[in-house]
């Protein structure tokens, strides 16, 4: 039963510090996608990948946020510096386009 | 923005009772896609169904798609206490390349 899964489930640090989640995807799978998912603004797409290319990271703070895909097996998201206003739970996805996506279980983001 | 729109916000309704959710668009579709999400979980997909379908089917679920309208439905037949969850549309960007999702509505469904 393939699925996609995200390293850490939860994490707690502290502002400023370096956070990095990953994710691998469903092998097969031509497009890889993170969203955030906060109660104030819902699910927003950050970034995402076709054949590991990056396509589209206009969702995502430019600043301090930076996402790759390093191989076809793991995609990773990274936050340096953390804020507070971090805090949420992000979720990777893959899939084909604009077909159905599978996500993962979310890695849950605490930023004190 | 091509966000779907889904109403809804929220729903509370009794085991057995069938429950309506509504999704409009802005922009023309390839197709428009149902997930749910239960409390800390990811999402899971329900349904897609394309711009040349009317309705579509699976199990206690029926989505229909009005592209005239811009909306979609989904129903959930003779609901259950499992059945309570999030549930959210989605339609394609103009890339043609992503999935944006609602805000979703909030259904609870009690015993």
């Known amino acids: 039963d393939a699925r996609v899964t995200q390293t850490p489930r939860d994490k707690v640090t502290e502002m400023g510090q370096e956070v990095t989640m990953r994710c691998q995807p469903i092998l097969g799978h031509n497009t890889v996608f993170w969203y955030r998912q906060t109660m104030m603004q819902g699910l927003e797409l950050l970034a995402y990948f076709r054949n590991r290319a990056p396509l589209d990271d206009s969702g995502m703070p430019k600043d301090r946020f930076s996402a790759e895909m390093p191989d076809a097996t793991l995609a990773t998201l990274k936050i340096q510096p953390s804020e507070p206003r971090d805090s949420a739970v992000y979720f990777c996805a893959s899939g084909f386009g604009g077909e159905t996506q599978y996500f993962g279980p979310g890695t849950r983001l605490l930023v004190l | 923005s091509q966000q779907g729109e889904e109403d809804p916000q929220a729903l509370s309704i009794q085991e057995g009772e069938n429950a309506t959710m509504n999704c409009s668009y802005k922009t023309s579709i390839n197709n428009l896609q149902w997930y749910r999400q239960n409390s800390g979980r990811g999402l899971v997909h329900l349904i897609l169904?394309?711009?040349?379908?009317r309705e579509k089917h699976s199990g206690r679920l029926r989505v229909t798609l009005d592209t005239s309208k811009k909306s979609s439905s989904l129903l959930i037949t003779a609901s259950r206490a499992a059945d309570t969850a999030s549930y959210f549309c989605a339609t394609i960007n103009q890339a043609g390349t992503a999935l944006i999702f609602g805000k979703g509505t909030t259904l609870s469904v009690s015993s």
């Open positions: 169904i394309r711009s040349n379908e």
